[in-house]
């Protein structure tokens, strides 16, 4: 549990100066890149050295290049999420950043100093010289106005502490993943069948089929086939119905209607096409919405239509590449795979498989039939 004391002396600064440092490694390993495909691996190929050990030369280098790029791609994805993360300008954004966090607790403190009170680290309040505002009333004679302050003083601080631990435990699972291992980093670069399987590649291609075993057995039949699609390897496009998943996902009814009241009803008549927005079931919603939930989780959706007064004639599309999370994404595992399925799979780990040839990844996409409504 991060403390209140720990929010107000934390060296935000440092943090940003850390991210910086980050940035001149990027800088020294894009130097590093350049020079060895001037000096090593142009000159290979231009010279063509022919037979079988030029050719397994080549393909050495360029695996060596390719694994500098997968580095700098990681490289640059931490020091933008360590950035982001400090100041809150993207990312977990505004408040949940560290640089808004600190803001808001000292600003909160001001206000306690102001009234005679204390912030402790756990938030709860006391008046300055070791008096207790929420003790029972006589034995510090606080008045009932400086008691309602405290109160307000410890609920909002106790908010800003949760959101700070939060925000802490995101980063250190995140850092945890965003390198990968040794066996998965070259997945930065998403080509199939790139590498030879190894025997943990193996293992882990039986843990998701045996995920996908699992997830028939409960009747989640949407997560089962597309689990079976990825490991049979042909990388077609799946095609799914936009009106059933309406059906199944009640989120996903939810945002279309917001898309229909706040975007559409103010376009001017004629056709219209929205923008892509992005979607995800609620587990809450019943054991539809979940099987969609581990089958497809985020996918993005749009209108299009042409809209008459307040009649609107339209169509919904889908779409989503499934594919697992590379580590510079740092897509943390438990995501995808905890509760139900009680079996943990490193993203990464399952993104390699592509890299092998033992999965495929695949466009997930489809159209609705032509509907009509008032808006």
Not at 4 to 25: K, M, N, P, Y
Not at 82 to 94: H, N, P, R, V, Y
Not at 104 to 126: K, Y
Request: with cysteine; glycine share 10%.
């Amino acid at each position: 549990m991060v403390t209140f004391t720990q929010i107000i002396e934390l060296d935000v600064s440092g943090l940003e100066t850390f991210a910086d440092r980050w940035g001149r490694v990027h800088r020294k390993i894009k130097e590093a890149r350049e020079g060895f495909h001037d000096d090593v691996v142009r000159k290979l190929h231009d010279d063509q050295w022919r037979g079988a050990g030029g050719s397994k030369a080549q393909d050495y280098c360029d695996r060596i290049q390719t694994a500098i790029d997968a580095l700098d791609a990681e490289v640059v994805s931490l020091r933008r999420f360590l950035d982001e993360e400090a100041d809150g300008s993207k990312g977990s954004g505004g408040v949940k950043g560290f640089e808004g966090l600190q803001k808001e607790a000292c600003a909160l403190q001001e206000e306690a100093f102001v009234h005679g009170l204390l912030i402790n680290d756990d938030g709860s309040i006391q008046r300055m010289g070791g008096y207790d505002p929420t003790a029972p009333e006589g034995s510090e004679n606080l008045d009932e106005e400086k008691r309602i302050i405290a109160n307000s003083l410890e609920e909002r601080a106790k908010k800003v502490i949760g959101t700070a631990t939060e925000n802490d435990e995101w980063i250190a699972a995140s850092l945890k993943v965003i390198f990968g291992t040794v066996g998965n980093f070259e997945t930065e670069d998403r080509r199939y069948k790139v590498s030879e399987p190894t025997l943990k590649d193996r293992m882990v291609r039986n843990q998701l089929n045996n995920v996908g075993a699992m997830a028939n057995m409960r009747g989640w039949k949407t997560t089962a086939g597309l689990v079976q699609h990825f490991l049979d390897g042909n990388g077609e496009p799946v095609e799914v119905q936009p009106q059933q998943m309406m059906k199944d996902i009640p989120q996903f009814q939810r945002d279309l209607d917001k898309t229909m009241d706040h975007d559409v009803s103010k376009r001017p008549d004629g056709p219209f096409t929205t923008e892509w927005k992005s979607t995800a079931p609620n587990p809450k919603d019943g054991d539809k919405s979940m099987d969609w939930y581990y089958g497809l989780n985020h996918f993005q959706y749009r209108t299009v239509g042409e809209k008459h007064g307040n009649e609107v004639t339209y169509h919904v599309e889908v779409q989503k590449r499934y594919d697992w999370g590379i580590p510079s994404e740092h897509r943390r595992t438990q995501e995808a795979f905890g509760g139900p399925f009680e079996m943990s799979l490193e993203q990464a780990d399952l993104a390699h498989l592509n890299t092998t040839g033992l999965g495929r990844d695949f466009d997930v996409k489809g159209s609705s039939e032509q509907m009509r409504t008032t808006v």
